[in-house]
C-alpha cells in the first residue's frame, strides 16, 4: 500500500482528536471500500499519536452465499493491520428487510460498547443524501431532515461518523491511490432496494438537470441543522418552565401554541431515552390531554412506551405488564426482591424474617384490619398515581399486613422485630413521602 498522508480527511482529522481520550476506538468494518478506507486511514493516522485501542466489529448478515468468505477477508486484512478483529452474525427470523437488517446491526454496537467507547461509522456525504431524500419521502419534519448527526449517544459509549462531509467519490479515488482491495457486494446493485434505487436510478437523473444537488442538498441540511439546534435551545429552556417533579404541567403547555408544544415534547422524549412521535401523534396526544375533562386519565401509547396525565401533570414512562396479581412470594428480606411489574423492595433489618407480598386485587379476604376502603383512603392520601395502585407490594406477616410498601409500616411489627422497608416503585411516584407508622388494631 503507498504511504498515506496526514492530509487526507482534514475535517475528519480535526472533528475526531476530541476523542484521542477515549478506550476504544471500535471501526464497523463490513469490507466494502467505505469502511476499508476508514480502517486504513484511521490505522494509519494514529499511528505517531497517543491513542485509543483500535478494534475492528465485522457484522455477517449470513445471508449472501458469500458472507463466510467475506468475514474471512476481513480478518485476514486485519491480522496485516494487527488490529484485533471481532465478526458477530445476524440470524433474522422471517422476511429480512432493510429496516430489520439496520435495527440488528445497532442492536450488536450497542451491546459491544462500553463506556468510553466510540464507534466509527464510514457514512458519506452521499449516504447522507440518500437519507434525506429517504426522510423526505416519507414525510419527516424537520428533526428527520437535519439529517445524521457527526457524533451521538450509543449504548454506553458515542457514535462517530468522521468521513459524513466527504464524498464518495474521494473515499474511492482514496482507495485506489493507496491501492486497497475491498469487497464489491452485488447486492447493492439491486434496486429493488430503497437505497440502491436513489443511487443507481434516481440521481443520476436529478444530476444530468441539477449538476450540483449534492452541494445544494447539504446546504440545505445545514441550514436545517441550524434551525433545529435553535429548536432544541428553545425546547430546553420550556422543558425547565414547566417541569413539575418528574412530570411537566399541562396548564403551561396549554397556553402555548402546537408547534411549540411539539418542540417541548419532542425534546423531552429525546433526553429521557425514547422512540420519537410523528406530526400525527403529536396531534393526538393534544386532542386526548388537552381536549379531554382534568378528571378524565387518558393513556397515550406508542412503541412500548406510555403518556399518562395525573394532576394535571404529563408523565412519560414504559409500558410495563401489571405483577402477576396471582402469585405470593416468600421473602426472607436478606437480599432486595425484585418484582416483575412491581419494582424493588429492601429490607432494613438485622435478622432474617419470615414475609410474603402479595397485591391489591389480592386483599379482598387478606386481612380484617385493614380494609379495601382504607387501603384506597390511604393511596388517596399519599397522592398515589392509577398507574402505581395495583403495583404497591402489600407485606405480610402470615396473615398479618405490616407494610404497603414504604407507605404505610405496622409500627407494632416494626418495634418487635426491628424492621422496615423501602420499596422503589417501578414507573414515576410523583409527589412520595412515606407515611408515619401505626399501631395496628388487635
Known amino acids: 500500500m503507498a504511504t ?76 496485516e493491520l494487527s488490529i484485533p478483529f471481532i465478526a458477530k452474525k445476524v440470524m433474522l427470523a422471517g422476511k429480512v428487510t432493510e429496516a430489520a437488517l439496520r435495527h440488528a446491526r445497532y442492536q450488536i454496537y450497542k451491546d459491544n460498547i462500553k463506556a468510553g467507547d466510540c464507534l466509527l461509522l464510514a457514512h458519506h456525504n452521499d449516504d447522507q443524501i440518500e437519507t434525506f431524500f429517504l426522510r423526505l419521502f416519507r414525510g419527516a419534519g424537520d428533526n428527520g431532515l437535519s ?30 491511490r493507496w491501492q486497497l482491495n475491498w469487497i464489491e457486494d452485488h447486492s447493492n446493485q439491486d434496486t429493488h432496494f430503497q437505497r440502491n434505487f436513489l443511487r443507481h436510478t434516481l440521481f443520476p437523473q436529478i444530476e444530468k438537470r441539477w449538476p450540483a444537488y ?31 417533579g418528574e412530570g411537566i404541567r399541562l396548564d403551561r403547555l396549554a397556553q402555548w401554541s402546537a408547534v411549540r408544544r411539539a418542540h417541548l415534547l419532542r425534546y423531552w422524549l429525546a433526553i429521557k431515552g425514547y422512540p420519537p412521535l410523528s406530526a400525527a401523534q403529536l396531534i393526538e396526544i393534544d386532542r386526548q390531554f388537552l381536549g379531554t375533562p382534568a378528571d378524565r386519565q387518558p393513556i397515550f401509547s406508542w412503541n412500548n412506551s406510555e403518556l399518562r396525565r395525573y394532576q394535571n401533570c404529563l408523565y412519560l414512562m414504559p409500558s410495563l405488564a401489571l405483577p402477576d396479581q396471582q402469585h405470593k412470594y416468600t421473602w426472607s428480606g436478606n437480599s432486595s426482591l425484585a418484582i416483575p411489574g412491581a419494582g424493588t423492595l429492601i429490607a432494613k ?35 398515589v398515581p392509577p398507574w402505581l395502585r395495583e403495583r404497591i407490594p402489600l407485606i405480610f406477616d402470615a396473615q398479618r399486613l405490616v407494610a404497603i410498601g414504604d407507605l404505610w409500616h405496622d409500627v407494632q411489627w416494626t418495634h418487635k422485630t426491628g424492621c422496615s422497608f423501602v420499596w422503589y416503585a417501578p414507573l414515576p411516584f410523583p409527589q412520595k413521602t412515606v407515611i408515619k407508622s401505626e399501631r395496628s388494631p388487635n
Open 4 to 79: 498515506l498522508s496526514d492530509q487526507y480527511f482534514p475535517l475528519a482529522q480535526t472533528a475526531l482528536t476530541p476523542y484521542l481520550n477515549a478506550s476504544r476506538w471500535i471501526i464497523a468494518y463490513s469490507g466494502g471500500v467505505d469502511s476499508r478506507v476508514l480502517l486504513a486511514w484511521t490505522a494509519h493516522w494514529l499511528t505517531h499519536r497517543d491513542h485509543p485501542q483500535l478494534i475492528a466489529l465485522h457484522i455477517n448478515h449470513c445471508i449472501a452465499p458469500q458472507a463466510h468468505q467475506w468475514q474471512k477477508h476481513c480478518q485476514h486484512i486485519c491480522q
Open 147 to 176: 439529517g445524521m448527526p457527526f457524533s451521538r449517544p450509543l449504548g454506553g459509549g458515542t457514535l462517530l461518523r468522521p468521513f459524513l462531509t466527504d464524498d464518495k467519490s474521494t473515499i474511492i479515488a482514496c482507495a485506489h
Open 214 to 244: 449534492r452541494r445544494v442538498v447539504q446546504r440545505t441540511i445545514g441550514m436545517i441543522q441550524a434551525q433545529r439546534n435553535n429548536q432544541v435551545r428553545m425546547a430546553e429552556k420550556d422543558y425547565h418552565s414547566v417541569l413539575n
Open 349 to 383: 433489618t438485622t435478622k432474617a424474617i419470615n414475609c410474603t407480598i402479595r397485591f391489591r386485587h389480592q386483599h379482598n379476604h387478606a386481612c380484617a384490619h385493614f380494609s379495601r376502603h382504607r387501603l384506597k383512603n390511604l393511596l388517596w392520601e399519599k397522592k
